[in-house]
């Protein structure tokens, strides 16, 4: 079978796989008081990724994508169809995170697939993993686990607090210019050099030194670890 005709099998199947994908969003529709089956569909040939939802922005209609080379019927069968009806929640969840109200206790974990998206899968049935778990029984998932925040002790939680002030801190030190151009420094390996020009980054400060001929862009702050130090004060 040529590449062609196989494009045009595949493409003969899309209002099977469309009927298919429809059906089940309906149901979970009625159950949901939802519109996922009215958002279009449509079909590529990605061969990354087995499908997606794309919510609605400025230059794109809202949609769900599929990949006919996943769930292709002449393509050997890829999925079978129990892993195909989890590939249609799992994007359905995605859908969902748009459209209902999160409770607030499922907002703890951040991201496409946090604890939003989980809690979505959770009420429809979806495995809530964001890779493909070939075979993988909807039976074995606890969700309560799952949807559970881990408990953190409070000294933990105090001791990421003062981490990430000490971090924020010393960013705010490292971004600080403590060199001007012209000023000669010295390097164990590189002898003397001259600050040509400083460029200014949101946590660093990195100098563009010439030793001789030659121009190294070093960061101030490993400069000043590594005991480059300032010649002449101006
Ligand atoms: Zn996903």
Redesign the pocket.
Known sequence: MTKKDMLNLLHKEEPVLRAEITALYSVLDHKLGLHGADVPITFGMDEKAL???LPPSYDNEEQFQFSLFFIGFCMNNQLTKADRVNLYK??Y??YMTRHISIPEKYNWQPG??GSA?KYCCSLIGAIPA?YYIEDASIQKIDYDSVLERPSVDHKQVQMLDTYRTQKMYANMENAKIKYEVGDVVTHPKFGEGTVQEIEQQPASVRLHIAFGDEIKIIDQKWLVKTGYKKVAER
Do not use: K, L, T
């Open positions: 499908g997606s939802y799992h994007e969840a995605h496409v697939h998206w964001d």
